[in-house]
């Protein structure tokens, strides 16, 4: 497993994380993406930590905090092996005070998540999403006291705009607070969005990318290709995939490329896709899930091997679309603004 530095902080992360949203069940909508319960979630974790994949990635929003019980559970004496990220903002009841990143909501929504996952620290907390409506300064001084009383080691956000990042960093900066080192985000070759203003936002701050959905939801797994929708009993079909409709000749164009790739590494699709993303600049981790070991076995064949520039040119060109304004109309004066190598 090849460890890499988490943006400006000391932490070393594995190149692949595992991600827990599978496991529980405990809502309709995460029953789509996974129901897997503490014997299983045990073999896999297990299975993750004997490959050198040690970081293991939850939320306290997942399964309304399911998640986080049975991956408690599977790291029951395991705790000292392992990294343990979890998740706050999102809404965890229906009081008014139950959702966003006050002080009061942070602090009471960490104390859960420690309780559930039966340790005494979280080693990365992340805001799951930017929350407009509580100061910025409440939010990083509460995540301050957290890191302070020992509780949290390092923090990051997910989900958030150039701007929210950038003067959630500045305000840190100026009070001396912990900042963030780690932005997850969307990404994969069916998104790339994140390279417009996010990648080198991270590139200019020293922020390290841990990237969720990097198959896209299972679109770049290898099941579907034209005239082969998702099944019925998939996560797509289900509504367990997120991010916006997408275009189909865009998708199975890529495919195509991944076909072609894959049958020149001797490597499958999803290994592939993966292994492309990992060339990529910024990022320090991919979460990969999995609801069986055959799955998370294929997935640990993404590393210890790489595409070659040839080949990851041809990926880009596949999957490169027309950007937004500004991010065009900077595209015309390359010189001024170079994109992220």
Sequence with gaps: MEYRQLGASGLKVPVLSFGTGTFGGGTEFFKAWGSTQVDE??????????????????????????????????????????????????????????????????????????????????????????????????????????????????????????????????????????????????????????????????????????VWSPLAAGRLGGKYRRNNPAPADSRIAQGGGEGPVLSENYWFGIMDTLDELAAETGKTVAQVALNWLLQRPTVSSIVIGARTEDQLTQNLGAIGWNLTKEQVARLDAASDKEPIYPYWHQRKNPGLNPLPV
């Design 41 to 210: 979630a045990t073999r896999l974790v297990n299975r993750c930590l004997d490959a050198g994949l040690t970081l293991f990635d939850t939320a306290n929003v997942y399964s309304r905090g399911l998640s986080e019980e049975i991956l408690g559970k599977a790291l029951s004496g395991l705790r000292d092996k392992a990294l343990i990220s979890t998740k706050a903002t999102f809404k965890m009841g229906d009081g008014p005070n139950d959702f966003g990143s006050s002080r009061f909501h942070l602090v009471k929504a960490c104390e859960d998540s420690l309780r559930r996952l039966n340790t005494d620290y979280i080693d990365i907390y992340y805001m799951h999403g930017f929350d407009g409506n509580t100061p910025v300064e409440e939010t990083l001084s509460a995540l301050n006291d957290l890191v302070q009383s020992g509780k949290v080691r390092y923090i990051g956000c997910s989900n958030f705009s150039g701007w929210h990042l950038m003067k959630s960093l500045s305000v840190s900066e100026r009070y001396g607070w912990a900042k963030y080192v780690t932005h997850q985000a969307y990404y994969s070759l069916l998104s790339r969005e994140f390279e417009w203003e996010l990648m080198p936002l991270a590139l200019d701050q020293n922020i390290g990318t841990v």
